[in-house]
């Protein structure tokens, strides 16, 4: 099992249901595709309430596809992290993700 190490962890209200381990946007819906995170949703938190989100840190992220150890990682169309390609940076992958689905630890500064 994978364990986090928040260092900063702030609310939002969710726009939409958002599911723990994704990121959200400073908006409170899940990040857009290549957009900057605010951080990664900390519990499963249905639309008009208050969500935890793990700013900064060591977070946990569900992986949208496979990446490596090392890799910067962006936002995909549903919160993922994904191989950095052109988007903007949200974070450094801590672990391998061989598939989507995957929960691996990220490193997010500011």
Known sequence: MKTQ??????????????????FAGFDGGLCPAGAKALGSVA?????????????????LVTAGGAFAAGDQVESDANG???KLAT????GIAMDVATASGDIVRIVRGI
């Open 43 to 59: 519990a499963d938190t249905e639309a008009d309430n208050v969500a935890p989100v793990n700013v900064l840190g060591i977070c």
């Open 80 to 82: 993922r992290a994904i």
């Open 87 to 90: 988007g903007a940076s949200n």
């Open 5 to 22: 190490q928040p260092v900063l962890t702030t609310s939002v209200v969710a726009l939409v249901d958002l599911p723990r381990f994704r």
